[in-house]
């Protein structure tokens, strides 16, 4: 204290942040010392504990464990117990502290994982040193956001466990009129192991990416302004993992019973095109209207005309129109006829266009968009997109980064759990766990 006095006088002049800094770091080692104190008062000691293995472990010492605190470091002074049966030693002291096998106070680990998910380690160990006076390697907020992740991402798997063998509680979510369910993919760049066998984009390269499927579950109770579909304000969760489209599937028929799937009166898909969206659809969420996004359709007929017509005449645009004009008005039988009458002038582009036509012909119930209007539904998957670049791409995609699917999928769990408001109450059932 006295080195902030001195500096407060001197010459008059006053440099406030310099003062401010130094006055926070005193008053942080005076509260690193109470809690030090606090936390090493000699409760009335125990001279046996239960031990895992069944038997009792008989007290041995007091020992020092280190703890990084949000007041900074400090050294607590706690019994040390061993059992003669398995050997095994123990402080019960450290599981009520809930500092078991870490080296960081709860408080900082839930610091580390906020700003952890939020920005590379690199900057999170930047933030956390300017913003609340804590000195850790980068290393440290990876390893305790990702442990924090991956805690997350286990009690996940409990509750899809029970949705695996159907005994998933009640939901006692009011009742929805409108849910509906998005889901996509995007690649993630990932470290070489991770991709060792498997097939790249292009022939006869390794692929540096591996895919995240992720998924969103929001609801919609109201129409704007011309009957056109308004979603509800924080409404929308997000599960994600990089993982088979069977495991993904039964993440994502999880969240949506969370958020009363069984109870909704209208059901929605949306999806782009591909195939393993459709089928998780089919398998677990029969009933439900499918739709296919309609930019992505149209995206389909661009790309097609790009390649059928290089040389764009006014012909050939007027054709693109009537395809666009088709699909808008959901005939697609129609639209598949106009692309059947093209005659491609080689056996690649017959490929093309003979796959595209079947691309039309298998979706063309998803793609009854002015009967999906009539009804005030969305008819465009813009919500997983801005959910893939927000989730996935500010996060996972930064230049120089490659992941492993451990750490990613550690990460794309506490994201998604943060942007579905769920961390505070995760938080504190974890603390009350423990
Ligand atoms: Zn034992």
Same mark, same amino acid.
């Given at each position: 204290?006295?080195?902030?006095?001195?500096?407060?006088?001197?010459?008059?002049?006053?440099?406030?942040?310099?003062?401010?800094?130094?006055?926070?770091?005193?008053?942080?080692?005076?509260?690193?010392?109470?809690?030090?104190?606090?936390?090493?008062?000699?409760?009335?000691?125990?001279?046996?504990?239960?031990?895992?293995?069944?038997?009792?472990?008989?007290?041995?010492?007091?020992?020092?464990?280190?703890?990084?605190?949000?007041?900074?470091?400090?050294?607590?002074?706690?019994?040390?117990?061993?059992?003669?049966?398995?050997?095994?030693?123990?402080?019960?002291?450290?599981?009520?502290?809930?500092?078991?096998?870490?080296?960081?106070?709860?408080?900082?680990?839930?610091?580390?994982?906020?700003?952890?998910?939020? *920005?590379?380690?690199?900057?999170?160990? %930047? @933030?956390?040193?300017? /913003?609340?006076?804590? +000195? &850790?390697? #980068?290393?440290? =907020?990876?390893?305790?956001?990702?442990?924090?992740?991956?805690?997350?991402? *286990?009690?996940?798997?409990?509750?899809? %466990? @029970?949705?695996?063998? /159907?005994?998933?509680? +009640? &939901?006692? #979510?009011?009742? =929805?009129?409108?849910?509906?369910?998005?889901?996509?993919?995007?690649?993630?760049?990932?470290?070489?192991?991770?991709?060792?066998?498997?097939?790249?984009?292009?022939?006869?390269?390794?692929?540096?990416?591996?895919?995240?499927?992720?998924?969103?579950?929001?609801?919609?109770?109201?129409?704007?302004?011309?009957?056109?579909?308004?979603?509800?304000?924080?409404?929308?969760?997000?599960?994600?993992?990089?993982?088979?489209?069977?495991?993904?599937?039964?993440?994502?028929?999880?969240?949506?019973?969370?958020?009363?799937?069984?109870?909704?009166?209208?059901?929605?898909?949306?999806?782009?095109?591909?195939?393993?969206?459709?089928?998780?659809?089919?398998?677990?969420?029969?009933?439900?209207?499918?739709?296919?996004?309609?930019?992505?359709?149209?995206?389909?007929?661009?790309?097609?005309?790009?390649?059928?017509?290089?040389?764009?005449?006014?012909?050939?645009?007027?054709?693109?129109?009537?395809?666009?004009?088709?699909?808008?008005?959901?005939?697609?039988?129609?639209?598949?006829?106009?692309?059947?009458?093209?005659?491609?002038?080689?056996?690649?582009?017959?490929?093309?266009?003979?796959?595209?036509?079947?691309?039309?012909?298998?979706?063309?119930?998803?793609?009854?968009?002015?009967?999906?209007?009539?009804?005030?539904?969305?008819?465009?998957?813009?919500?997983?997109?801005?959910?893939?670049?927000?989730?996935?791409?500010?996060?996972?995609?930064?230049?120089?980064?490659?992941?492993?699917?451990?750490?990613?999928?550690?990460?794309?769990?506490?994201?998604?759990?943060?942007?579905?408001?769920?961390?505070?109450?995760?938080?504190?059932?974890?603390?009350?766990?423990?």
């Amino acid at each position: 204290m006295e080195v902030i006095f001195t500096g407060l006088r001197k010459s008059g002049h006053c440099d406030l942040e310099a003062v401010e800094m130094a006055a926070r770091n005193a008053s942080h080692r005076l509260g690193a010392k109470v809690l030090e104190r606090l936390l090493s008062a000699p409760a009335a000691l125990e001279l046996t504990v239960a031990c895992d293995c069944g038997h009792q472990a008989r007290f041995h010492q007091m020992r020092a464990k280190h703890l990084l605190t949000v007041l900074g470091p400090i050294t607590i002074e706690r019994p040390y117990y061993v059992c003669a049966h398995c050997q095994a030693g123990r402080s019960p002291r450290d599981r009520e502290l809930d500092v078991e096998a870490v080296a960081c106070s709860p408080g900082v680990r839930r610091m580390m994982a906020v700003v952890g998910s939020e *920005a590379s380690f690199e900057q999170s160990r %930047q @933030q956390l040193e300017l /913003l609340a006076g804590i +000195e &850790v390697p #980068a290393k440290a =907020v990876e390893r305790q956001a990702e442990a924090i992740g991956a805690d997350i991402d *286990a009690r996940e798997q409990v509750a899809i %466990q @029970q949705a695996k063998q /159907l005994e998933l509680p +009640e &939901v006692c #979510a009011p009742e =929805v009129p409108l849910l509906y369910i998005e889901m996509d993919g995007t690649g993630v760049p990932v470290v070489r192991a991770e991709t060792e066998g498997r097939a790249g984009k292009l022939e006869g390269r390794p692929a540096h990416t591996r895919e995240v499927k992720l998924g969103c579950v929001f609801t919609q109770t109201t129409a704007g302004a011309e009957g056109r579909p308004v979603r509800d304000e924080d409404s929308t969760s997000y599960v994600g993992a990089i993982e088979s489209a069977e495991l993904f599937g039964l993440r994502l028929y999880t969240e949506a019973w969370r958020r009363g799937w069984s109870r909704a009166q209208k059901k929605v898909v949306l999806g782009d095109g591909a195939a393993w969206i459709w089928n998780l659809a089919g398998q677990h969420f029969p009933g439900a209207i499918q739709i296919v996004d309609l930019y992505h359709a149209r995206q389909h007929l661009w790309e097609l005309f790009a390649r059928l017509f290089p040389g764009d005449d006014k012909a050939s645009k007027r054709w693109l129109a009537r395809c666009l004009d088709r699909l808008d008005q959901g005939k697609i039988e129609a639209l598949v006829k106009i692309i059947g009458t093209l005659q491609p002038a080689s056996e690649e582009l017959a490929k093309s266009v003979g796959n595209e036509a079947e691309y039309f012909e298998r979706n063309a119930e998803r793609m009854r968009y002015p009967a999906f209007r009539t009804q005030g539904l969305f008819v465009g998957s813009g919500v997983i997109e801005a959910g893939c670049k927000t989730i996935i791409g500010h996060r996972l995609k930064q230049s120089g980064m490659f992941w492993t699917v451990h750490g990613a999928n550690a990460i794309i769990a506490l994201r998604c759990c943060r942007l579905s408001r769920r961390f505070e109450d995760y938080w504190a059932d974890r603390s009350s766990a423990a």
